[in-house]
């Protein structure tokens, strides 16, 4: 969560030329506000959406997606992305604070403590699917998007 993830996939997407797609978006244009999701349906809800909406943006060709932070939680999302170049975006929680100040996310609710046990748990999942790691705590994003824009380019 909040590590830049839309931000950087949408230039890195435009420089490379193909489309990108935010799972988040995705599931908002389709059901509405992700805030009022979980409140009015719950987390379990919100994941089988968001399970729905990452297996079809896998299915395009040659595209960049940006998924949610917990939808690696998913075993069946998680064995998709195993046939994916997985590209880890990570920031500290100083970092975090500074960019939801004013965000309206349900999960960190409970305040800025709330998003380090999230990637604390979440961490493993992210490790063992990332073909890549860049931390975004510092870096500018157009600079983290031109090393991922250059990855890309000398794995291909």
């Given at each position: 969560?909040?590590?830049?993830?839309?931000?950087?996939?949408?230039?890195?997407?435009?420089?490379?030329?193909?489309?990108?797609?935010?799972?988040?978006?995705?599931?908002?244009?389709?059901?509405?506000?992700?805030?009022?999701?979980?409140?009015?349906?719950?987390?379990?809800?919100?994941?089988?959406?968001?399970?729905?909406?990452?297996?079809?943006?896998?299915?395009q060709t040659r595209s960049v997606v940006s998924l949610g932070g917990g939808a690696v939680?998913?075993?069946?999302?998680?064995?998709?992305?195993?046939?994916?170049?997985?590209?880890?975006?990570?920031?500290?929680?100083?970092?975090?604070?500074?960019?939801?100040?004013?965000?309206?996310?349900?999960?960190?609710?409970?305040?800025?403590?709330?998003?380090?046990?999230?990637?604390?748990?979440?961490?493993?999942?992210?490790?063992?699917?990332?073909?890549?790691?860049?931390?975004?705590?510092?870096?500018?994003?157009?600079?983290?998007?031109?090393?991922?824009?250059?990855?890309?380019?000398?794995?291909?």
């Amino acid at each position: 969560m909040a590590s830049g993830k839309s931000k950087i996939g949408r230039r890195v997407a435009r420089t490379l030329r193909v489309p990108f797609l935010d799972t988040d978006k995705l599931i908002v244009a389709e059901h509405g506000p992700i805030t009022e999701i979980f409140a009015t349906h719950g987390e379990g809800h919100f994941r089988a959406l968001e399970r729905a909406a990452v297996a079809d943006a896998l299915q395009q060709t040659r595209s960049v997606v940006s998924l949610g932070g917990g939808a690696v939680l998913d075993p069946a999302t998680r064995a998709d992305l195993r046939h994916s170049t997985v590209i880890s975006l990570s920031t500290t929680a100083e970092a975090v604070r500074n960019r939801t100040r004013n965000a309206k996310r349900p999960l960190l609710a409970e305040g800025p403590d709330a998003w380090q046990r999230i990637y604390d748990e979440r961490r493993p999942l992210y490790e063992a699917l990332a073909s890549i790691h860049f931390d975004t705590s510092t870096r500018p994003v157009d600079a983290i998007a031109a090393d991922i824009v250059k990855w890309v380019r000398e794995q291909s």
